[in-house]
């Protein structure tokens, strides 16, 4: 038998569904104008250069199909890299290159792909396979992310990254996703990742989540998520939040990386970041969204609506991560 | 925000609230049911006469139908631009005369009538006129005496004459008087069996009609044999040798002569679209009272040309599959690959059928999706690689279609109707999917657009939702006013309530 949840309940429990989160916080805070920024990443990465918000470096950009022949000289003395689509969408097309053996080069899952198989990847990226709509699109290459060695128990064979929710410039709700084997090194949470809720007070865990239920312990690497406290966390909101008045839109999501030297860098922004968040952190959105609302108004200051946040938004530690 | 909701909210009502109200206009005053009740088989025959004009002036003659046998027609209708045009009364019938002076391009003429059969009636007695024997060279005419000899000895009557005649003469391989008759005519099987009988003395003469095919489009006028046997008349189908009148049979012209004659013209045609509608009974009755002026004809898909409606009748249960799949995504939250593909599916099994449709559209999709993944190896272009695959789904269905006709499955033959360039699609989505999230989640979308398609072939297939929509179209209207209130619908989704099950020990 289907267990489900009755409507009551998860409007009592303030649980943000798909159509809400459509209808009233993406048409109504995110202006059609601004998506090109979010949508295509080079837009996103030139914008935050301007604004001094760290990203990784831009490799190259393979516009047309002709250049894909030259790519891999463009790629020499380079061993780890990404590809990705300029305009892809959901971490479809995604490509990270951890090391390279002359024309072999090893996938961050470990499998060996050959010269032949990055360029038909490629190929496929500007053909509009992985992009919004099927339109064409370019590929960039840019820097592998040298992750924070304190995060690298966390995640298995991948990178794992922070998601801040941004409702009108006000940090609203975080999460880490680690990948895990089941995930292939992805972090999408629906493949098998495993998603921690962060404290947006302190940047420590509440709670962690695989496909729907509660775990404490990474189930690759054995590392207790209870004892995880993200470094930089004041850079991370205050980066998050600097997003959300790059990028023009009202409800947001920001992915946000850890590299070893550099400290948070933005991956990328969503204009309309998945529900997810919502299990990972045992909370719904809709009471926090309200709540940032007010703030929103009352604080027009970047700073104070990050400190605001921090007063509201605090989620004492432990409560949730025992599994019931 | 609360100002677009009541907006919405106000246009959507006003939208189904002129739908239904027009709906129960006609239900009320122009006395149309609301259920499909009892219904009569109305059918719509146009005429469609081509030619092509040479120099002088142009004259076509159309012989009109009398309604014989029970049929009762409701509606004539003639289309005659530049055309001078008049109805005759001849002892024969009647027949209507398009004239013109000049004419320098070649011209269709059309002639439109809709009827339905009220009685199973039988055809009147006619006088009986003895033909004259036929004019043969010396060889035809042993042959067409040894021929009458050897049926006269089989047979005890006209009727058992006629019958034997039409075996003779149609079976696959007739005998060598029969085969000579045949071969030394220019003419058809008819013409040489008419000849037979009135060299034996038997009254005969063609009836000549159209045979009833739902949708055809250029169906022409086929003949019947009609003999007296001392006391009666009595009907033949020259190709089966069965005897009386078909169901599927509208008598155009009883007895000798011409259909049509186009003087100043050549290379004229005369050819029948067909289209059937089961119309409520009590919607026809009131037709046949009011046949000149019938309010309700003029201003519905019935007024329309017949190919269109029958193109109507398809398109008009489009709005209620697109319907289903508004629900079973914003309601039900099901995930599908691509939007509106489901629906493309549905219209295909309308067609084919529901099992035989589910059976060609996971052959071809699994077959598809095998080959695929050996294209994927040879590392083409996006655009190269679907229409290989477009190219590889045609052969496929080819070979389906062969494979099965062979094997004497005939439903397999309805693979035509699947859409192809979709189906393309469909297989590269899939297997892009597949390489880049798993089986599992090919298994679910793939699952789910099926679901979706069944369900709106369910949905449409339903006998009232075809009534409704073809008999009121003001309907659509209304549904389009619910799907923009479904549009606004900001509540959980179905899947949602599973999805976060798990939240209710939180805290």
């Known amino acids: 038998m289907i267990r489900l949840v009755s409507p009551a309940t998860l409007r009592r429990l303030g649980i943000l569904g798909m159509n809400g989160r459509n209808i009233t916080y993406i048409g109504g805070n995110n202006p059609r104008r601004n998506y090109q920024l979010v949508d295509n990443k080079l837009l996103t990465k030139q914008a935050a250069i301007e604004r001094s918000i760290a990203v990784p470096e831009l490799y190259g950009v393979i516009d047309h199909q002709f250049q894909i022949d030259g790519m891999l000289e463009q790629l020499e003395g380079r061993s780890a890299f990404v590809i990705k689509p300029v305009q892809g969408s959901g971490g479809k097309g995604i490509l990270v290159i951890t090391a390279r053996d002359g024309d072999r080069f090893i996938k961050s899952s470990g499998a060996v792909i050959s010269a032949h198989d990055l360029r038909r990847h490629t190929s496929n990226i500007l053909a509009g396979l992985h992009s919004l709509g099927g339109r064409n699109d370019f590929a960039m290459i840019e820097a592998l992310i040298d992750f924070n060695p304190a995060l690298a128990e966390y995640s298995y064979e991948g990178v794992p990254d922070i998601r801040v929710i941004v409702f009108r410039g006000v940090p609203v709700m975080a999460m880490m996703r680690c990948a895990t084997h089941t995930s292939d090194g992805k972090a999408n949470l629906h493949q098998g990742a495993v998603g921690v809720g962060i404290d947006i007070a302190t940047g420590r865990s509440i709670a962690a989540v695989q496909k729907g239920s509660l775990v404490t312990h990474h189930p690759d690497t054995g590392a207790c998520f209870k004892s995880l406290h993200l470094p930089d966390w004041e850079i991370i909101l205050d980066l998050a939040a600097s997003c959300a008045e790059m990028s023009g839109l009202g409800y947001l999501g920001a992915d946000i990386v850890l590299d070893r030297q550099r400290g948070p860098m933005l991956l990328e922004l969503n204009a309309r970041p998945g529900l997810a968040i919502q299990v990972a952190n045992q909370e719904g959105l809709v009471h926090r969204l309200r709540i940032a609302e007010e703030i929103a108004a009352s604080a027009p200051d970047h700073d104070a609506r990050i400190r605001l946040a921090k007063e509201h938004f605090h989620v004492p530690q432990g409560a949730a991560i025992a599994p019931p | ?507």
Do not use: C
């Not at chain 2, 009569?40 to 146009?46: A, D, F, H, L, P």
């Not at chain 2, 009538?113 to 009147?124: E, M, S, W």
């Not at chain 2, 009557?157 to 005649?165: N, Q």
């Not at chain 2, 939007?339 to 099992?355: C, G, H, N, S, V």
């Open chain 2, 1 to 507: 925000m609360i100002a677009s909701r009541t907006k919405v909210g106000l246009v959507a009502g006003a939208l189904i609230l002129f739908g239904l109200g027009l709906t129960a206009y006609k239900v009320i005053s122009l006395d149309l049911p609301l259920w499909p009740g009892e219904s009569r088989e109305v059918w719509t025959i146009e005429s469609k006469i081509s030619f092509k004009p040479t120099d002088g002036p142009v004259e076509v003659e159309l012989q009109m139908p009398q309604a014989l046998g029970g049929w009762v027609l409701l509606e004539e209708h003639f289309a005659s631009s530049g055309f001078g045009f008049s109805v005759l009364e001849q002892p024969s019938g009647k027949i209507a005369r398009w004239s013109r002076q000049t004419l320098e391009y070649p011209t269709t003429l059309y002639y439109k009538i809709q009827g339905y059969r009220a009685h199973q009636d039988d055809l009147p007695d006619l006088p009986v006129t003895e033909s004259a024997p036929p004019l043969l060279e010396p060889d035809q005419d042993a042959a067409m005496e040894r021929l009458v000899a050897d049926l006269r000895e089989r047979s005890s009557g006209a009727l058992t004459f006629t019958s034997l005649l039409i075996q003779a003469l149609t079976q696959p391989e007739p005998g060598q008087d029969a085969e000579f008759l045949l071969g030394t005519y220019r003419q058809t099987p008819v013409q040489v069996m008419l000849d037979v009988l009135a060299y034996a003395g038997i009254p005969a003469h063609t009836v000549r009609g159209i045979r009833l095919q739902d949708g055809r489009r250029r169906q022409t006028l086929s003949a019947l044999l009609e003999v007296h046997d001392g006391e009666d008349w009595q009907l033949f189908d020259p190709e089966t040798g069965a005897s009386g009148l078909p169901d599927d049979f509208f008598i155009w012209q009883r007895g000798d002569g011409a259909v049509l004659r186009v003087m100043g013209g050549r290379d004229s045609r005369l050819e029948f679209a067909l289209l059937s509608n089961s119309l409520p009974a009590k919607t026809v009755v009131s037709m046949e009272q009011r046949s000149d002026d019938f309010a309700l004809l003029n201003f519905s898909i019935y007024a329309l040309p017949v190919e269109q409606q029958g193109i109507f009748k398809g398109i008009l249960l489009l709005p209620v599959a697109a319907f289903v799949v508004v629900l079973m995504r914003i309601l039900v939250g099901i995930r599908t690959s691509g939007t509106f593909m489901p629906i493309l599916i549905a219209l295909a099994f309308l067609q084919t059928t529901l099992w035989v449709g589910l059976g060609i559209f996971l052959t071809l999709v699994s077959v598809g999706l095998w080959i695929r993944s050996w294209l994927s190896y040879l590392n083409l272009l996006l655009v190269a690689r679907v229409s290989a695959v477009v190219i590889v789904v045609i052969l496929l269905m080819a070979a389906l279609a062969l494979v099965s006709y062979k094997l004497g499955v005939d439903q397999a033959l309805t693979v035509t109707f699947f859409p192809t360039v979709i189906l393309a699609w469909t297989i590269e989505r899939m297997s892009i999917l597949w390489e880049e999230e798993g089986g599992r989640e090919v298994l679910m979308q793939g699952g789910g657009s099926l679901l979706v398609a069944v369900l709106a072939y369910l949905v449409m297939s339903i006998s009232v939702v075809e009534h409704l929509t073809f008999n009121f179209p003001e309907l659509l209207v209304s549904l389009l006013g619910v799907i923009l209130l479904v549009g606004k619908y900001t509540g959980y989704r179905l899947s949602e309530l599973y999805r976060f099950r798990n939240m209710v020990n939180m805290k």
